[in-house]
């Protein structure tokens, strides 16, 4: 089944622990993307990244990292999360194009 | 920069009644356009989309038609269903990045 699968699904952590969201595609899509979703604000883009290596930021890149080292997984890194990073996060691909995306579950994230 | 603006929510309608939620845009080049629907908990998943002017979008019973004239690309359905609940979100997609940029979205509830 083509998906797009993060993991964990909750996570509720300390200000300042380090932590990392997994994401992964089976699609071969080379576009992927991180989104955060917040209410009243609707869906932000933190980064993306149209291929493998090939990273940029997106309007609220601020305290998040990525990588693309694999075409298929594309991370999101916190290093020192704090409350304000408290959301709804999701993980995105698409082929390149103008094409939809396929979205992941999303992973809600607590920090306390 | 690229905007989606979506009209204020909630909605609230009884089971088979017309549904309409409006949906303006402003990008530059030529976007494709596309409503994204958002079940309680779960990610996002792509409704309809449509690439170029005049174009339409269907699924599902849903509609929307892609006017460049207007900037536009309202949502229509005939007749809703409770199964219908849930958030919906317009968005576009344009630029060298491929970003997708949503509206603010709507909550819709429809009522037995």
């Known amino acids: 089944e083509a998906q797009v699968t993060q993991n964990p699904r909750y996570l509720i952590t300390v200000t300042g622990k380090k932590l990392t969201v997994t994401c992964s595609q089976n699609?071969?899509?080379?576009?992927m993307s991180w989104y955060r979703q917040d209410p009243g604000l609707g869906l932000r883009q933190i980064y993306y990244?149209?291929?493998?290596?090939?990273?940029d930021k997106g309007d609220v890149p601020e305290g998040y990292k990525v990588s693309r080292k694999e075409k298929r997984n594309f991370p999101l890194i916190l290093e020192s999360p704090s409350p304000n990073q408290t959301s709804l996060y999701f993980c995105a691909s698409s082929l390149t194009g103008g094409g939809g995306y396929t979205f992941g579950s999303g992973t809600r994230l607590t920090v306390v | 920069g690229d905007s989606v603006t979506q009209m204020e929510g909630p909605v609230t309608l009884s089971e088979e009644a017309f549904l309409t939620i409006n949906c303006t845009y402003t990008?530059?080049?030529?976007?494709?356009l596309f409503w994204y629907v958002q079940y309680p908990g779960e990610g996002l998943q792509l409704l309809l989309k449509a690439t170029k002017a005049d174009d339409k979008g269907s699924n599902k019973g849903f509609e929307a038609t892609y006017r460049k004239e207007t900037t536009s690309f309202h949502l229509e359905k005939g007749s809703v269903q409770v199964s219908d609940s849930a958030v919906y979100f317009c968005?576009?997609?344009?630029?060298?990045?491929?970003?997708?940029?949503f509206g603010k979205g709507i909550t819709l509830s429809v009522r037995p």
């Open positions: 990244s149209m291929n493998v290596e090939v990273t």
């Open positions: 699609m071969n899509h080379e576009y």
């Open positions: 990008a530059t080049g030529y976007p494709s």
């Open positions: 968005a576009l997609r344009a630029g060298a990045n491929s970003k997708l940029t």
